[in-house]
C-alpha cells in the first residue's frame, strides 16, 4: 500500500517527481482541458487493480509520487506496468491501517496510469502516477493477491457561469496568499497553478499543492459540479490561510519580543560604556552601592551582615536580565529593611501607664497591676544598671553562660468573647509609649505562615512574625497574637509547634526565619496573646506563656463600661450629639438586664447602638430634638425583653423536679436546669439533652444517691420498683459533658420523690460520690457572675471551693450568699423548701453579705458553649 504522510509537504513530492522524470522519455504535465481529457480517455478494463493510498488523496489531472512497499502491492505494480499500466487509486478511510480490506476505503477514487516506477534499494517501489478521471467502484472482483474491482467513471459537470468565474477568483486570491505564508511553495509551481484556465483543474491543482485533511479532500473529490469544488476549496482555503496568519502573528510577536531584549541588553551595554567614559557608575552599580550603604547603617548581627555581604557579592556578579538577580535583591531588600537597631524608648512612668490602661477599660485589675509590674522592673534595672556594673551585679557580664537574662514578657490573656483582650493589647502599648500591631491566628494552618517560605520557592517571603517586625519599624513593639486557640493544623505543618520559638523567653533571642535564615533578636518584644479557653492550645505552648484569665463582667461593672465608653461612641458613630441624647443609669441596667446575657459587653453596645439609631431617625424626621432615655423609653424602643431577671427561673422551679445549676463556658458562665419526672414502670432510667459519657454517669450516681436515702427523705424505699424515671437537661440541641452537675441532678430527682420544690433564688454546682461527698469543681468565679447576671442571691458550693471566692467583685461578694457543703444531705437541706412551709418555695432570702475566697482553679470542670451552640461540661 502507498506510504504517505499527510503532515508531509505534497509539494515538495513534486519536486522529487520533477527531478526523477528530468531526462526522461515520459513526461509529467498537466492536461490541458477536458476535453483532452476525453480524448485520451482509455478504456476501463473489466477488472481494475485497486491500489488502497494512506493519507493521500490523488486527483484527475494531476501527477503524483508514490512508494509502494506493502508485497501484494509490490504484486499489483509488477502485473500491471507489463500492460495498459491503468491503476485504480482510492484513499483508506483509517491512514494507520497496514493492509485496509473493501469496507475500508471509499468507493470514490481516481483512474491513473503509472508514468514512470523505479525500485529502490531498500525494496520499496516509487511511482509517479497520473489521475486520468474520477471513478466509483462498483463491486470487487477479487481480493487475493491484491484488490480488484469493476468500476464506472464519473463525469464532471463544469458550468460555464459568472459565478464560477467569481469563485475562480477568490480561489486564486486565497492561494496567492496562503503561498506566501509558506516559504516551501515554490513560485514556478503557483505560477502554473495560477495560469490554468479550466476551472475543474484549478480545483485539482490547489486541492493537490496545500495542506487539507483527509476528509476535506475526499470530499473535494466526489462533489459533482465544479462550483461545489470551488465553493467547498474556498472554505478550506479560508480556514488554512487564517491558521497561517494566527500562526504569522506568532512568531512576529515572539521575534520582536526577542529583538526588544536584544536591542535593551545592546542599549544599556552603550549606557555602561557612556557612563564608564563620564565616569559614572550604571544602574546596577549604583544600585549595589546603595545596599552596601544600607548593609554598613543597619547594624546587623555578625552573622546576618556577613550573609548580607556574601550575597551582595553575588549579586554584583550577576547581569540584570538573570533570573536570580531579582531573588537576591528581594532578599537584600528584606535584609536591610528590618529594625536590627531601631527600638523605641518605653515611657517608664509608672502614674502615667496606671492613667492610660484607667482611661481605656474599666476593671481588669490583674491585668493592670501585671503591666505596671513590668514597667516598674524596667524603670528599676535601668535606674540601677550603671550600680549593678559596677558591683558585678544586675547588667555586668554572667558567669551563667546557659541561663540568659531575659527582657520581654510572654502573657496570654483567656476570657470570654466581648471583656477587651484585643484591646487591651493597644491600651497597653500606648501606656509604654511602643508601637503595637495585631495579628490574627485564627484558621492559620500553615507553618510556613509562621516561620516562612525557604528561599527554593517561587514567590517565596517571609513570615509573619518578621513582616510584623518590618512594618513596626522597630524591634522591641508590643505584638498581639490573636486567637491562638484557634489555630488549625494539615499536613502543611503545625503552626502552634512553629510559635514554641517564638514564645519561649530562652530561645527567640536568636529567631532564625526560613527565608532570612540568620537570626533575629525577638527578646524585647511584649508578646500578648489572646485566647477564649486554653484547652486547645498546646501543653508546651501554654507553659512557655504566662497566663491571665478575664473573667465576664458584673452587672455594676457593665453599667459603668457603657456610661463611660460604649454609651459616647455610640453616639459618635451614629452623628448625634451629646446634647440631643442621654441616657440614665437606669436605662442602661434594664438593657442589661432584660435584653443582653453575656459575659462581655459586644451585645450591650448592639442595643446601644439600636436605641441611638433610632433616636437619629426621630430626629431626622423633625419629630423630636433632644431624648432622654430612661428605663421606659429604653423598653419602648427596643421592644419586649428578650431574657427575664430572675423571672425566668422562678417560672423554672415553681414545681417539683427542677433544680437550677451552673456551667462554665468559653464564653463565660452560664445557668442550667436540671429536669425530672416520675411514671409508672418498673427500673426505668432514661436521661436526655444530648449527655456526655461523664455526666451521665453523674446521673446515676445521683439516682442511686437518692434510693440510698430514700428513708431518710421520706420516699417509699420500693419506689423503684414500680416507677420509671426520665431526667432532661436543657438545651437538647446542645450537647454537654463533665461532672459538676452531680449535686443539680441529686437536688432535682430528691424534689421529685418528694414533691418539694427547689428554692428560685438558689443555683449549685459540685461533683457528688456515691458515699455522698460533694467534690471541688472549677470555673466558680465564671459560675457566681452568670448566676448573679440572672438574679440569683444564693449559691451552693463544695466547701473546698471556699479560696475560690477571693477573686469575686465587692459589689457580688455583697449581694450574694454562698452556701458551702461537704455532704450532698447538706446541700438537700439548702436547696428544697421545707415541709411545713409551702409558701417558702418562691420567697427570695435576704442578701446578706457573705465571706470571700481565693481564684479560680485552672482546670476546668464546667464548660458551655453558648457562642457556638455546643454546651461541654467537663
Known amino acids: 500500500m502507498p506510504r504517505n504522510n499527510p503532515d508531509q509537504d505534497l509539494l515538495d513530492l513534486m519536486a522529487y517527481a520533477e527531478e526523477t522524470l528530468a531526462g526522461e522519455e515520459h513526461d509529467v504535465t498537466v492536461v490541458d482541458s477536458q476535453d483532452d481529457v476525453e480524448e485520451e480517455y482509455p478504456e476501463i478494463p473489466d477488472e481494475l487493480p485497486i491500489l488502497p493510498l494512506r493519507g493521500l488523496v490523488v486527483y484527475p489531472q494531476t501527477a503524483i509520487p508514490l512508494t509502494v512497499g506493502q508485497p501484494r502491492s509490490i504484486k499489483l505494480v509488477d502485473d500491471i506496468v507489463s500492460g495498459n499500466r491503468l491503476i485504480g487509486l482510492v484513499t483508506s478511510k483509517d491512514p494507520d491501517m497496514e493492509t485496509p480490506g473493501p469496507e475500508d476505503v471509499y468507493k470514490v477514487g481516481t483512474l491513473a496510469s503509472i508514468h514512470r516506477l523505479f525500485r529502490a534499494p531498500d525494496g520499496t517501489v516509487r511511482l509517479l502516477v497520473q489521475g486520468i478521471a474520477r471513478i466509483e467502484i462498483d463491486e470487487y472482483l477479487s481480493l487475493d493477491p491484491y484488490l480488484r474491482a469493476k468500476v464506472h467513471a464519473i463525469p464532471e459537470i463544469i458550468e460555464d457561469s459568472l459565478e464560477v468565474e467569481a469563485l475562480v477568483r477568490n480561489v486564486v486570491d486565497l492561494f496567492t496568499r496562503l503561498a506566501e505564508l509558506v516559504p516551501s511553495i515554490p513560485s514556478e509551481l503557483i505560477s502554473t497553478a495560477l495560469n490554468v484556465d479550466d476551472p475543474l483543474q484549478l480545483v485539482y491543482a490547489v486541492g493537490t499543492y496545500v495542506r487539507i485533511d483527509l476528509n476535506e479532500a475526499q470530499i473535494l473529490l466526489e462533489l459533482e459540479s465544479t462550483e461545489a469544488k470551488l465553493r467547498h476549496l474556498m472554505s478550506v482555503l479560508s480556514k488554512e490561510l487564517e491558521v497561517l496568519e494566527l500562526g504569522r502573528k506568532i512568531q512576529t510577536e515572539a521575534q520582536t519580543e526577542m529583538e526588544k531584549v536584544q536591542r535593551d541588553y545592546y542599549l544599556r551595554e552603550q549606557l555602561k560604556a557612556i557612563q564608564r567614559e563620564l565616569g559614572e557608575g550604571d544602574e546596577q552599580t549604583v544600585e549595589i552601592e546603595e545596599f552596601r550603604r544600607k548593609i554598613a547603617e543597619a547594624k546587623m548581627p555578625e552573622e546576618a551582615e556577613k550573609e548580607a555581604v556574601r550575597e551582595l557579592d553575588r549579586l554584583s556578579k550577576l547581569p540584570i536580565a538573570a533570573a536570580e538577580y531579582g531573588v537576591i535583591r528581594t532578599y537584600l531588600d528584606w535584609l536591610t529593611t528590618l529594625p536590627w537597631s531601631q527600638r523605641t524608648e518605653d515611657n517608664l512612668d509608672i502614674a502615667h501607664g496606671r492613667m492610660v490602661l484607667d482611661e481605656d477599660h474599666y476593671g481588669l485589675k490583674d491585668i493592670k497591676e501585671r503591666i505596671l509590674e513590668y514597667l516598674a522592673v524596667r524603670k528599676l534595672r535601668a535606674e540601677r544598671a550603671a550600680e549593678m556594673a559596677e558591683t558585678g551585679e544586675g547588667d555586668a557580664p554572667s558567669t551563667d553562660y546557659i541561663r540568659r537574662e531575659r527582657q520581654g514578657a510572654i502573657l496570654c490573656f483567656v476570657g470570654p468573647p466581648g471583656v477587651g483582650k484585643t484591646s487591651l493589647g493597644a491600651s497597653i502599648a500606648r501606656a509604654m509609649g511602643r508601637k503595637f500591631i495585631r495579628m490574627s491566628l485564627g484558621g492559620v494552618r500553615d507553618e510556613a505562615e509562621i516561620r516562612g517560605f525557604r528561599r527554593t520557592y517561587i514567590g517565596a517571603m517571609p513570615g509573619r512574625i518578621i513582616q510584623t517586625i518590618r512594618r513596626a519599624e522597630t524591634h522591641n513593639p508590643v505584638i498581639m497574637l490573636d486567637e491562638i486557640d484557634k489555630l488549625g493544623r494539615d499536613f502543611r505543618g503545625d503552626p502552634s509547634s512553629a510559635l514554641l520559638e517564638v514564645l519561649d523567653p530562652e530561645q527567640n533571642n536568636e529567631f532564625r526565619d526560613h527565608y532570612l535564615d540568620v537570626p533575629f533578636d525577638l527578646s524585647e518584644v511584649l508578646f500578648i496573646t489572646t485566647a477564649n479557653e486554653l484547652e486547645p492550645i498546646p501543653d508546651p505552648l501554654r507553659d512557655r506563656m504566662e497566663i491571665i484569665k478575664l473573667s465576664g463582667y458584673t452587672e455594676q461593672e457593665k453599667v459603668a463600661i457603657a456610661v463611660q465608653y460604649l454609651v459616647p461612641r455610640q453616639i459618635r458613630e451614629n452623628g448625634l450629639r451629646l446634647s440631643e441624647v442621654e441616657f440614665t443609669r437606669d436605662a442602661v441596667q434594664l438593657i442589661v438586664r432584660d435584653y443582653t446575657r453575656e459575659a462581655g459587653v459586644r451585645t450591650l453596645e448592639r442595643e446601644i447602638g439600636r436605641v441611638a439609631r433610632k433616636i437619629v431617625t426621630k430626629i431626622a424626621e423633625g419629630i423630636t430634638e433632644k431624648v432622654t432615655v430612661d428605663a421606659a423609653t429604653a423598653r419602648e424602643l427596643l421592644g419586649k425583653p428578650r431574657y427575664g431577671y430572675h423571672t425566668e427561673i422562678e417560672d423554672r422551679t415553681d414545681q417539683a423536679g427542677v433544680a437550677t445549676g451552673l456551667a462554665w463556658t468559653p464564653v463565660g458562665g452560664d445557668v442550667l436546669f436540671v429536669e425530672a419526672t416520675r411514671m409508672n414502670g418498673s427500673k426505668g432510667f432514661q436521661f436526655t439533652g444530648q449527655l456526655g459519657d461523664v455526666m451521665q454517669e453523674s446521673a446515676r450516681i445521683a439516682l442511686s444517691l437518692v434510693r440510698s436515702r430514700a428513708k431518710q427523705l421520706g420516699v417509699e424505699p420500693d419506689f423503684y420498683e414500680k416507677s420509671d424515671i426520665h431526667m432532661h437537661v436543657p438545651a437538647g440541641a446542645v450537647p454537654k459533658d463533665g461532672p459538676s452537675a452531680g449535686v443539680t441532678m441529686t437536688v432535682a430527682l430528691a424534689s ?99 465571706r470571700v475566697k481565693s481564684k479560680p482553679k485552672a482546670n476546668v470542670n464546667a464548660q458551655a458553649d453558648g457562642h457556638e451552640g455546643e454546651e461541654r461540661l467537663h
Not at 414533691?755 to 466558680?780: D, F, H, K
Not at 440572672?790 to 449581694?815: Q, S
Not at 438537700?828 to 442578701?847: E, F, Q, T, W
Request: hydrophobic share 40%; net charge negative; proline share 6%.
Open 752 to 850: 421529685l420523690l418528694t414533691g418539694r420544690p427547689t428554692r428560685s433564688n438558689i443555683a449549685m454546682t459540685g461533683e457528688v460520690t456515691l458515699q455522698g461527698q460533694v467534690l471541688p469543681v472549677g470555673g466558680i468565679k465564671d459560675k457566681i457572675l452568670a448566676a448573679h447576671r440572672l438574679g440569683i442571691d444564693t449559691i451552693i458550693l463544695p466547701k473546698k471551693n471556699e479560696n475560690d471566692l477571693d477573686e469575686l467583685p465587692d459589689d457580688v461578694r455583697g449581694e450574694m450568699k454562698f452556701i458551702l457543703v461537704d455532704r450532698v444531705d447538706d446541700a438537700l437541706r439548702a436547696a428544697l423548701v421545707s415541709v411545713d412551709s409551702a409558701d417558702d418555695k418562691i420567697v427570695a432570702k435576704p442578701k446578706p453579705k457573705a
